[in-house]
Nanobody
Framework: QVQLVESGGGLVQAGGSLRLSCAAS????????MAWYRQAPGKQRELVAT???????NYADSVKGRFTISGDNTENTVYLQMNNLKPGDTAVYYC???????????????WGQGTQVTVSS
């Protein structure tokens, strides 16, 4: 019903920057919230940042001041600008969206396929 396509991952040295993008498409009536999660090897998936349709944002303590989440409601797209990257930021980053679709009442959660971010020391 809804597809999330991520892009922008890669390999960067510590202190560098990357920008992730995630575009939602499909049977979308309304995107209520979008978020970025990450999962490092051997660890549980953790929330990185969220943004609501009203542009309210929230960040994990570990990324505050370094990462910025933003969105384009007209394009159903969310971005994650990551600055001053650290080796500890190495993970697969997943896009997540809470969507009201044109087919089902209520909010459904959808996931992207993930994009690898590797930060070398």
């Amino acid at each position: 019903q809804v597809q999330l396509v991520e892009s922008g991952g890669g390999l960067v040295q510590a202190g560098g920057s990357l920008r992730l993008s995630c575009a939602a498409s499909g049977s979308i009536f309304r995107v209520n919230v979008m978020a970025w999660y990450r999962q490092a090897p051997g660890k549980q998936r953790e929330l990185v940042a969220t943004i609501t349709s009203g542009s309210n944002t929230n960040y994990a303590d570990s990324v505050k001041g370094r990462f910025t989440i933003s969105g384009d409601n007209t394009e159903n797209t969310v971005y994650l600008q990551m600055n001053n990257l650290k080796p500890g930021d190495t993970a697969v980053y997943y896009c997540n969206a809470g969507v009201t679709t044109t087919r089902v009442l209520g909010i459904q959660m959808f996931w992207g396929q993930g994009t690898q971010v590797t930060v070398s020391s």
